[in-house]
């Protein structure tokens, strides 16, 4: 869904359109979530700030005034995760419920990939998969996170430098 799109609808879901409603939430909660549970490292927590992004959302969408919606539903859903590792101080290893129809080569690579973004910074996690995850240009990362476009930049390539290094087998 493009920006121009969110914006009609959003005036939509302003004006109570709960199909409008519906319509973002089944486009935007898988996104959403992936980034939130890598934010948070707990998939039971990250279904419940996914969650309340929504409720937010819907209980008092953005004005007409903002100009990237979906830059503002990560913000929103950033804001969220940070207070809860707030609360929590510490990061638990993601549950995740594996697919009977998933290889087991496929739930091997998963694993290893999960354990290899869990190994980068929380910033560097973040802003992988606000990009990949979520869809977001690196100018609305910058916003998001708060940082100068090329220091997203930046931290976005040593990310993936790094999961490369991991995935290779390099001991970091």
């Not at 359109?17 to 948070?40: G, I, N, Q």
């Amino acid at each position: 869904m493009k920006n121009i799109d969110l914006k009609e609808t959003f005036e939509k879901i302003r004006n109570g359109d709960k199909e409008a409603f519906a319509l973002v939430y089944s486009e935007l909660k898988k996104p959403v979530f992936t980034v939130v549970c890598r934010t948070v490292g707990d998939s039971l927590t990250a279904e419940d700030i996914t969650q309340e992004v929504f409720v937010r959302l819907f209980l008092s969408p953005p004005d007409s005034s903002v100009k990237n919606i979906r830059a503002w539903i990560f913000k929103v859903a950033n804001n969220l995760s940070i207070d809860a590792l707030r609360k929590k101080q510490s990061l638990s290893i993601d549950d995740y419920e594996l697919k009977v129809d998933d290889t087991c080569e496929n739930v091997a690579m998963h694993l290893d990939l999960e354990a290899a973004i869990q190994r980068l910074s929380q910033s560097e996690r973040q802003i992988l998969t606000l990009h990949l995850n979520g869809g977001l240009k690196f100018n609305e990362i910058a916003a998001v996170c708060s940082l100068s476009l090329s220091a997203t930049y930046r931290r976005y390539r040593k990310a993936l430098k790094t999961l490369r290094e991991i995935l290779d087998g390099g001991a970091l």
